[in-house]
């Protein structure tokens, strides 16, 4: 079974910086056929795409994020990170990853990590 697990959420200030992590079990992140995503939810809000890195190594970030947050995988440690600088409060939500597996054309997410930007 898949297990998608984030760490690294919390509070922090405006201004601050937050770096997030998903840990896969029950399967192996390959560059091959996998795209891997973070999404956040805001109450009230539809989920988002904040940033994903595809299987081709491209990556690509929502307008909102470019030039603050950074997304990269390792894949011999079955991780994926999202490195969050220069937080605003608009940035506070749950954050998600996702994985798309091409090969079983599955999607999987984790459970979430709140990030609060807040004074």
């Known amino acids: 079974q898949v297990h998608l697990v984030e760490s690294g959420g919390g509070l922090v200030q405006p201004g601050g910086s937050l770096g997030l992590s998903c840990a896969g079990s029950g399967i192996i992140f390959s560059i091959y056929h996998m795209d891997m995503d973070w999404h956040r939810q805001a109450p009230g809000k539809q989920r988002e795409l904040v940033a994903g890195i595809t299987r081709f190594g491209t990556t690509n970030y929502a307008d909102s994020v470019k030039g603050r947050f950074t997304i990269s995988r390792d894949n011999a440690k079955n991780t994926m990170y999202l490195q969050m600088n220069s937080l605003k409060p608009e940035d506070t939500a749950v954050y998600y990853c996702?994985?798309?597996?091409?090969?079983?054309?599955?999607?999987?997410w984790g459970q979430g990590t709140q990030v609060t930007v807040s004074s």
């Open positions: 996702k994985v798309t597996d091409w090969r079983s054309r599955s999607d999987y």
